[in-house]
């Protein structure tokens, strides 16, 4: 933005800010200017120029060769509609950047809110403001609808104990458990695989010569019963039991909204063992390359000009440290 560039150039300028602010009684803030590796830069460029709207237009208006630069009511109105549809989005970014807790999950219900109220458009709601929000809703929604990333996303939401089926449609729900009970089946296949093949199993030795065997117990009533039941019920296959476990999963108890899933999925691993293998697959994957981003944002200020002699294992050593300490 033009406004925000004249007063990075012009230290004048920012000093004149500085006192208009104090005489209007604003926030003695400095302008924010848009970073093209950041996307939110631009609503909090935005943002802080309405919040200083009054400084600046009485600095400007000073000067003839920026006079032409106060913004008009035209240019805030524009301003005030984008500032209202970003500040949310704005918010919801953040969040799913985070590489300290489970953020893929969430997805999937940001995007249900999105689509049923933040980005819903209201009677209030100017003509501009109404454009932008379906532009950006329409944008989502395409953007997330190859089927790969669905299925990613809604696998991810059903391992979530706080939200399980919530935000899945109610005609695909089926075709998930179906898809869930495959899954695990493979990774506990593949877990099995890898286990070592041969195992020692100790055996009982006989009794030897002239040793008493103990005698056999005499049975009891009880133990006719017990026998017929056990020739009866056959032990459920490795699927159903699979099965038995998703549906007691999804009948288990509803939890809070600030749970932290993978601590869930610690502490009911005994409850569930098969399940809790699919949830570590989903659960680990980040939303977005933020996390990624830092990792390389964090070696390039450790390589730099005057240290670009560093070994690339001594790189390694110090990015892993910088991101761990």
């Not at 532009?135 to 706080?162: C, G, Q, W």
Request: negative net charge; proline residues 6%; hydrophobic residues 40%.
């Amino acid at each position: 933005m033009a406004i925000v560039s004249c007063f990075s150039y012009s230290w004048k300028k920012r000093r004149h800010l500085a006192e208009v602010q104090i005489q209007l009684g604003l926030p003695s803030h400095q302008l924010i200017t848009e970073s093209a590796t950041r996307w939110g830069s631009r609503q909090q460029m935005i943002e802080r120029v309405l919040e200083q709207e009054g400084a600046l237009a009485k600095v400007l208006s000073n000067d003839k060769k920026t006079r032409h630069l106060v913004p008009t009511w035209q240019d805030l109105e524009v301003l005030e509609a984008v500032q209202k549809v970003l500040k949310p989005l704005q918010d919801f970014t953040d969040a799913l950047s985070g590489e300290e807790y489970v953020t893929l999950s969430y997805v999937k219900p940001v995007l249900h809110l999105f689509n049923d109220s933040l980005l819903a458009c209201e009677e209030g709601d100017s003509e501009l403001c109404k454009s932008i929000k379906t532009s950006i809703v329409e944008y989502l929604n395409h953007k997330y609808s190859d089927p790969a990333t669905t299925d990613l996303l809604e696998m991810a939401s059903f391992v979530d104990p706080r939200f399980r089926a919530t935000y899945i449609p109610s005609e695909k729900v089926d075709a998930l458990k179906h898809r869930a009970v495959l899954e695990v089946e493979t990774l506990l296949a593949d877990q099995s695989s890898c286990q070592p093949s041969h195992l020692h199993v100790p055996t009982v030795p006989e009794p030897a010569d002239g040793e008493s065997a103990v005698a056999p117990k005499a049975k009891t009533l009880a133990s006719f019963f017990k026998q017929r039941t056990a020739t009866t019920t056959a032990p459920p296959t490795k699927r159903e039991a699979i099965e038995n476990e998703l549906s007691s999963y999804l009948q288990s108890a509803s939890v809070e909204s600030d749970t932290d899933p993978l601590k869930w999925w610690k502490d009911h691993e005994v409850v569930f063992p098969a399940l809790s293998h699919l949830a570590k697959k989903y659960l680990l994957v980040p939303a977005t390359s933020s996390p990624s981003e830092r990792v390389f944002s964090c070696s390039g200020n450790i390589v730099t000009c005057h240290r670009a002699s560093l070994k690339p294992d001594v790189v390694g050593r110090l990015v892993f440290l910088a991101q761990n300490l």
